[in-house]
């Protein structure tokens, strides 16, 4: 399972994860995101996404891609550690 570690911190960044296997779109939402004030973090596949979850806990927010190849984006929302 997650933990929530850092989400509840009320004067702290934002931290979201950006899962997407597109570069162009993911270095783009990253761009516009960090210039909104957001801590940001890129995954660009499911696995990667895991092991950011799996060492930071959960963000505030995932931006997921639900068409990843391999394991898509539905099944890694189904994921419980």
Known sequence: MFSLKGAGEVNSPKRL???????????????ILQQAGFEVT?????????????????PHLILLDLGLPGMGGFELSETHG
């Open 42 to 58: 890129t995954a660009n596949d499911a696995s990667s996404a895991l092991n950011f979850l799996q060492q930071q806990g959960l």
């Open 17 to 31: 994860l950006v899962v997407e296997d597109d570069s162009v779109t993911r270095r783009l939402l990253q761009q």
